[in-house]
């Protein structure tokens, strides 16, 4: 992923630029985190906030991640925006 936007419980959360598809905008996003034999990861789309892969994050984990991204769906909206060069009023 493109952007950086925040590492919790050695979490990581990155996210690409806006993206179009089908004539809507979307953000790709991901959470990374280390283990053993790689990374346990989970990759989603806003707005919907939903993951459509994920590898080694528990049903519960993944719910927090879905709270967590909900949470902050505005924030990187809004930083994906201005790294447009489009202002947000």
């Not at 050695?10 to 053993?36: A, H, K, P, Q």
């Not at 990759?43 to 994050?57: A, D, I, Q, R, V």
């Amino acid at each position: 992923m493109k952007n950086y936007y925040s590492t919790v419980d050695n979490v990581v959360l990155t996210f690409s630029d806006i993206e179009e598809n089908n004539g809507f905008e979307e953000i790709t996003v991901l959470f990374e985190r280390s283990n053993d034999h790689g990374f346990d990861f989970a990759e989603g789309k806003l707005p919907n906030n939903m993951f459509y892969k994920t590898y080694g994050f528990s049903e519960d984990e993944l719910l927090e991640l879905e709270r967590y991204l909900r949470n902050n769906n505005f924030l990187i909206w809004e930083i994906a925006r201005e790294k447009e060069g489009v202002i947000v009023a």
